[in-house]
């Protein structure tokens, strides 16, 4: 069992940045990639961004390539979301996710593990 904990959401002003943080506890011996996936008001779920297990591949979803970066430090355990530029748009729960790879959190399938979520509210 993996345990995944977001932190770092909040309320910020269109064109403000946040970061957030996906902190992994319990069984993470075994490799694995990490991604973030968002939930809008009245919409689906919704992949954001990908990182594979050494970090050299990412996938961004295009609504936020440019603007948002995905890094992670496996000696810690963590995963961030560097998120600048923020328009309302951006306003949603944003939840931090596993799978065996990476493509497979861009193509929306193979997540074994989920985190509860953090809100991220962008005022206009």
């Known amino acids: 069992q993996v345990q995944l904990v977001e932190s770092g959401g909040g309320l910020v002003q269109a064109g403000g940045s946040l970061r957030l943080s996906c902190a992994a506890s319990?069984?993470?011996?075994?490799?694995?990639?990490m991604g973030w996936f968002r939930q809008a008001p009245g919409k689906e779920r919704e992949f954001v961004a990908a990182?594979?297990?050494?970090?050299?591949?990412?996938y961004y979803t295009d609504s936020v390539k440019g603007r948002f970066t995905i890094s992670r430090d496996n000696a810690k355990n963590t995963m961030d979301l560097q998120m600048n530029s923020l328009t309302p748009e951006d306003t949603a729960v944003y939840y931090c996710?596993?799978?065996?790879?990476?493509?497979?959190?861009?193509?929306?399938?193979?997540?074994?593990?989920w985190g509860k979520g953090t809100l991220v509210n962008v005022s206009s």
């Open positions: 996710a596993t799978a065996p790879r990476a493509d497979s959190l861009k193509n929306g399938y193979g997540m074994d593990y």
């Open positions: 319990g069984r993470t011996s075994s490799r694995y990639a």
């Open positions: 990182i594979s297990w050494g970090g050299l591949t990412t």
